[in-house]
């Protein structure tokens, strides 16, 4: 006699007559959702903490330099090393940059300087990546012209001024010179670095991926050179700042009172703390333009993957 077994129909109607119950499934759900949000409040909550942290490690060493630096200052004050109205201590020094930026002239000396500055550097970007480019592209423009734009580099910016004043007298056109000449060999050095670096691999793959001319450089070569040519912008800004206050303290354009014009007129009434205001006033620029490019440069790392966040 044959032996009958349960057909699979009848073992899943089996299956699905006992079905959990729903209330079970409702508070798994309630409970999901709980510990998402609590989830969600602590790790808000260590973000927030570990953002604090970082902001407190990068703060307090520049705090603390600043003041052993001011402690360094009044020590020397206090040991009357030179009279106070020669070397003004950071008292005085403070009170009177707190009296400064309230007027409105010294906001319209540094409004001049920075469009003199942004408007030379940005010459020098123009130009020193055009001939960085080129230098790269052709080898015999790179065996020519090669070794002299690092000699353009090296040398002392103030070298340029009499010729500059011979060539445009004293005007605008003077300062401008002086400060594109001195930064562009950076930025162009800064290209030129970058593209030598990139890799042959990515080379090859842009060959067979058609890449050619322009459409090469566009998306290939700048895109890989841009963290050496970061480098070369932010040291081109460096050349071309000290550059700038080197050509306002030398040419004195009439009727322009900028940051070096008002500092050699405090230099010629002997006032001491309205100089060191002045030198006070052109190292904070020039460190908020430096954050500005670490900001810049730490963004480029990170989405090459170059951090450990």
């Known amino acids: 006699m044959p032996i009958k077994y349960p057909s699979a129909r009848a073992g899943l109607e089996g299956l699905t007559e006992d079905p959990a119950p729903p209330i079970v499934e409702r508070d798994t759900a309630a409970a999901d959702r709980i510990t998402g949000l609590d989830a969600l409040e602590l790790g808000g ?29 009044q020590s020397v004050v206090w040991a009357q090393w030179k009279p106070g109205y020669v070397l003004a201590g950071p008292a005085t020094v403070f009170g009177e940059i707190g009296t400064l930026i309230t007027t409105g002239d010294f906001w319209e000396g540094v409004r001049l300087t920075m469009i003199r500055a942004v408007t030379g550097f940005g010459l020098a970007v123009l130009i020193g990546t055009v001939i960085g480019a080129a230098v790269s592209r052709f080898a015999p423009l790179r065996a020519a012209i090669g070794s002299l734009i690092t000699g353009l580099q ?102 322009a009172l900028s940051i070096g014009v008002r500092m050699q007129q405090a230099r010629d009434l002997s006032e001491s703390s309205l100089v060191i205001s002045f030198i006070i006033v052109v190292l904070v620029i020039g460190i908020l333009i430096d954050v500005l490019f670490n900001a810049a440069d730490n963004a480029l790392r990170k989405r090459w993957g170059l951090t450990g966040s």
């Open 45 to 73: 909550r260590t973000e927030k903490g570990a953002l604090g942290r970082r902001i407190w490690r990068s703060a307090w060493p520049k705090m603390l330099a600043i003041a052993i630096v001011v402690l360094a200052w």
């Open 154 to 255: 090296t040398m002392p910016s103030i070298m340029w001024f009499p010729l500059a004043i011979l060539l445009f007298q004293i005007s605008e056109s003077a300062i401008m010179f002086v400060v594109v000449i001195g930064a562009a060999p950076s930025v162009a050095n800064g290209l030129i670095s970058g593209i030598d670096y990139v890799p042959r691999t990515w080379l090859r793959v842009g060959q067979v991926l058609g890449m050619k001319g322009f459409a090469k450089y566009r998306y290939l070569i700048l895109p890989a050179s841009l963290p050496s040519f970061i480098s070369g912008l932010k040291q081109g800004w460096a050349f071309s700042w000290r550059s700038l206050m080197a050509g306002e303290l030398l040419v004195i354009v009439p009727g």
